[in-house]
């Protein structure tokens, strides 16, 4: 009986620990977006090579973050694609930025809008 009731006992820690853990990293998803979100509206903003260079650095950090991140089983695979998509597409803007093409890399900064209301889309987020 004592060592069923102490199976019971470890089976139910066990569970709420992996409750945390998913809710932790759910957390850290979202903090991680907000921050991506806030990089995101400087980058708009930018109106010089250096400022765009700093801010898309920042929000691919970010991103990187979230992609390490866990989502539910039902996101994750839309999600792990739409992360990739996003920090490739970041690094082209990078590219440009690192090279001095400001107009270059806007365009491209466009294009990571495009990701991110596609996969919202796809994901249901808001």
Known sequence: MKK???LLSSLIFAGSL???AFT???ADVEDSMKAMGKSFRSVMKDQDVASLKKDLTTFR???VE??????SAKRSEGYAEGMKELVAQTDVAIK???EGKFTEAKA?????????????????VK
């Open 4 to 6: 069923g009731i102490a």
């Open 108 to 124: 491209e900064v466009e294009k990571l809008k495009d990701i991110m209301q596609e996969y919202h889309g796809k994901l249901n």
């Open 61 to 63: 950090a970010a991103a």
């Open 24 to 26: 932790a990293s759910a």
């Open 18 to 20: 992996a409750a945390v």
């Open 66 to 71: 979230a992609q390490a991140g866990k989502v």
């Open 96 to 98: 440009f930025a690192d």
